[in-house]
């Protein structure tokens, strides 16, 4: 009986609340998961790295397998402060956070037959991007009773940290002379990229207590990044029958270029970092990044 009475006065309480209130100002703490779709170039470059590697494990003594996994769904974050002149509009600036990261890897064999043995190549890579999105919306609201609906429309800039890591090794299997041949190259670039974009979304708010709600809002927006610049460093080990070489260094002004190149009359998209537009490219162009896709995030408003 008492678990009843609880439940009513509850229910009666709900329905008592309205969003017709003096509340100027909000804070708002959200966080859910974001899909980028393609990444801009992205997706591309994964796939044609995964066909150009298919077709070289078909070609004769080779044998190839290759991992280029495109991850799309990640978490993300936001903070907004929110000023609401009328029941029925409202502004919102807000900053948030995402982190996208990409590992990819590929390994080459090629068999010389007979006694010669084999050489081998490992390749692996990892991308990474730290983004820091502010967001300036504009809220068209639908207040009823303890519930509101929104519609979202804005802009934003966004700033992303840039972060590349190269790996290969290459060694000699069963070769004669060559039986320690090793070679180990790594490299690394961190820069950082900006770009604009605008967005769009719903949310619904339901007001649980005076000055306190929850929203769930799902938002589509299109992003694109800049170029990617920087400067890349780069580490070198060689060893072969007790001899070792080490080397380091970088370049500097290198460019992260996006286009395609022909092997045997087939084509395939790649990206390459260069200080000059790289001649073996067809069509080559700066390497473009976009956070087109979907966010949709849950959170607690705050009103005063």
Request: net charge neutral; no cysteine.
């Amino acid at each position: 009986m008492r678990k009843g009475i609880f439940l009513l006065t509850l229910i009666i309480s709900f329905l008592n609340l309205s969003y017709a209130d003096d509340s100027l100002f909000s804070l708002k703490i959200s966080g859910g998961m974001s899909r980028v779709y393609d990444g801009g170039d992205l997706k591309k470059w994964f796939n044609g790295e995964r066909a150009y590697f298919d077709w070289l494990g078909n070609q004769q003594n080779y044998s190839t397998r290759s991992n280029y996994p495109f991850k799309q769904d990640e978490p993300e974050g936001s903070f907004e402060v929110i000023f609401k002149p009328l029941d029925y509009i409202g502004v919102s600036l807000g900053l948030g956070y995402m982190k996208r990261r990409w590992n990819s890897s590929a390994e080459v064999n090629y068999n010389y037959g007979g006694n010669l043995g084999s050489e081998k190549i490992e390749l692996a890579s990892k991308e990474e991007l730290n983004v820091f999105p502010v967001t300036l919306s504009l809220i068209f609201s639908i207040p009823y009773k303890f519930l509101r609906a929104n519609l979202y429309a804005g802009g934003g800039y966004y700033y992303a940290n840039v972060k590349f890591n190269m790996e290969s090794k290459y060694s000699w299997q069963n070769f004669p002379d060559r039986e320690n041949y090793k070679h180990h190259y790594t490299s690394s670039l961190t820069t950082h990229s900006e770009g604009a974009g605008f967005h769009g979304g719903i949310g619904i708010e339901i007001k649980i207590v005076s000055h306190l709600s929850i929203s769930i809002d799902a938002l589509l927006r299109n992003v694109k990044l800049g170029d990617i610049k920087g400067e890349l460093k780069w580490r070198e080990l060689l060893e072969w029958s007790g001899y070792k070489s080490e080397n380091s260094g970088s370049e500097k002004n290198q460019t992260l270029w996006f286009g395609s190149f022909k092997v045997n009359g087939n084509q395939f998209e790649r990206a390459i970092f260069s200080e000059e537009k790289p001649s073996l490219f067809d069509n080559a162009r700066p390497f473009k990044f976009s956070l087109n896709g979907a966010y949709i995030k849950a959170g607690i408003v705050l009103s005063f």
